[in-house]
């Protein structure tokens, strides 16, 4: 479903952040990214979601190189493919409801259809009484929960996820990560990084360690790590 | 419905909540650009209706041969032979002095003092048209025809209206060229106006590409805003230089009474005035295209 062929990217300022890295992830497998900061997460991230470019080598989603795809062709892409962005990247002049709308008004979907598409992805995120609350009035967890109910809104069959529990208490990351791990198991194909010991011992999965924009070690697959 | 269309329908809705949003200067900016667009829909109307006066008004070169108030209608034939026999002559009318009289008395407001005349003053004339406007030639015509027997007067008139068309003809190119620049004007106004709007929309851009929207998505309600902006622009400004005619024909009225042609600006027609609403809705449509364009550029650049 993902594949990375010895993909490198070099920043215009001319940062090295990912250097001759190769993996793939099945479909319906929940990856592991890890590795101290730096180490490239977040660039791999935006990559296999299209959200950055490679600056050699191949990228390699749903049967699509992303290098050869036209601007236009890769945000289309991008709509089926759900981030959840470290800092959330909400719109704090918009309601929660509304915030989750937006990927569906991008994609032009009639209005009855977006309104139960929101409703159901705040219910599973357990938002559903908030749909109308600002996000500023969110705590951190549940401006995460926001985050990952714009994620699932359009149904993605791949969701990425870039430490979704970064600034969060230890009660707010186990349920997040629970709900990537319900995604998991109804056949959504997860990418997620994180740094944090007792995620990864929750999670399970297959893991894939980064240092200094290289692979350092990674199960192959099927050496999936029992959540 | 499918896609297509609600994406365009959700962005007309944007366009027209961002408008509303901000009523004081929405208004302000719909007036300033229609202030630039009345400027050249009233010189339109102006060079127009001078155009249409001037278009009534005989401009063929030709000359005007008049009598002595005794010459006979055997006198009026013999000068017919001769200017018929002239090499520069293309066409003579005679036109009798009988008939004359009746014309002024139906195209002036004479005809009740005319009526009091105990005898015609007018004499048998022609009308000669020539195969030259060349001033020099025009001169030699009228001084080899004032030697012809019986022969008042030759005079070249139409020269005046030749000339007041060749002016309303230039006003029409300096209009144009005018018009050209208070398009770009438009065009920057509307520009720099969306360009705020995208600045203060940055954060939502940025979003929705991140999450799948197209340059095109982005770009899209800022286009009907522009294209909005425009048509509001239009209208108003229509509306403004509807105005200004109706002001000015009620002087022009009272200035150009006493005259035998009364003279009024005459406004646009339906045609024209639909070309000023789509044109201004284009310009802001492309105004808006270049802006946000522009800034996407700007904002790649900066991520």
Redesign the interface.
């Known amino acids: 479903m993902i594949q990375f062929s010895a993909v490198a990217k070099r920043y215009p300022t001319g940062y090295e952040a990912l250097r001759d890295v190769s993996f793939e992830v099945a479909e319906g497998e929940l990856v592991v990214v890890t590795g101290h900061s730096g180490a490239g997460k977040s660039t791999l991230l935006k990559l296999a979601a299209g959200i950055e470019r490679a600056t050699r080598g191949s990228v390699i989603v749903n049967g699509q190189n992303l290098s050869s795809l036209g601007e236009t062709a890769l945000a289309v892409l991008r709509r089926h493919i759900g981030f959840v962005f470290q800092d959330h990247k909400l719109l704090f002049d918009r309601s929660a409801g509304e915030n989750v709308a937006l990927p569906l008004r991008i994609a032009g979907t009639a209005s009855d259809e977006t309104g139960r598409r929101v409703r159901a992805a705040l219910d599973k995120v357990g938002l559903l009484a908030r749909e109308k609350a600002l996000p500023i009035t969110l705590s951190g967890g549940e401006q995460q929960r926001l985050c990952i109910a714009r994620a699932i809104v359009n149904r993605p069959a791949i969701l990425v996820a870039d430490e979704p529990t970064g600034n969060l208490d230890a009660e707010s990351s186990r349920s997040i990560l629970e709900l990537f791990l319900s995604f998991h198991r109804v056949g959504v194909t997860v990418l997620l990084s994180t740094h944090d010991e007792s995620s990864l011992a929750l999670l399970g999965g297959r893991r894939l360690a980064l240092r200094g924009g290289l692979v350092e070690s990674a199960d192959r697959a099927g050496e999936a790590v029992p959540g | 419905?499918?896609?297509?269309?609600?994406?365009h329908r959700?962005a007309l809705a944007d366009a027209l909540r961002r408008l509303a949003a901000q009523p004081g200067a929405s208004l302000v900016a719909v007036f300033v650009i229609a202030i630039a667009v009345a400027i050249p829909v009233l010189g339109v109307a102006l060079v127009r209706s001078v155009d249409a006066a001037v278009g009534g008004l005989d401009t063929d070169p030709h000359v005007n041969v008049f009598l002595t108030l005794d010459a006979t209608e055997d006198d009026a034939k013999r000068v017919e032979a001769a200017l018929r026999a002239h090499p520069q002559s293309a066409a003579v009318k005679f036109v009798p002095r009988a008939k004359a009289l009746e014309e002024l008395k139906a195209t002036t407001h004479l005809a009740e003092l005319l009526a009091n005349l105990e005898r015609n003053p007018l004499p048998h004339a022609f009308t000669v048209r020539t195969r030259t406007a060349d001033p020099a030639q025009l001169a030699a015509v009228r001084t080899a025809w004032l030697q012809l027997p019986r022969v008042e007067q030759v005079s070249a008139e139409f020269e005046w209206a030749e000339k007041l068309g060749r002016w309303t003809r230039f006003a029409g190119r300096a209009l144009a060229g005018g018009a050209l620049l208070l398009a770009l004007a438009v065009l920057f106004i509307v520009g720099h106006l969306i360009r705020l709007q995208v600045v203060t929309r940055r954060?939502?851009i940025?979003?929705?590409?991140?999450?799948?929207?197209?340059?095109?998505?982005v770009r899209r309600p800022f286009l009907y805003h522009g294209a909005l902006q425009g048509l509001a622009a239009g209208g108003c400004a229509l509306a403004l230089a509807a105005g200004l005619i109706v002001w000015l024909n009620a002087e022009l009225s009272a200035l150009t009474s006493s005259y035998a042609y009364e003279f009024k600006i005459v406004f646009l027609d339906s045609s024209t005035l639909l070309a000023v609403l789509l044109g201004t809705a284009l310009l802001g449509w492309v105004g808006a295209w270049i802006s946000v364009s522009r800034e996407l550029r700007r904002f790649a650049g900066r991520s």
């Not at chain 2, 940025?206 to 998505?217: M, P, W």
């Open positions: 419905m499918n896609a297509w269309i609600r994406t959700h954060e939502e940025e979003v929705s590409q991140l999450i799948g929207a197209t340059a095109g998505d």
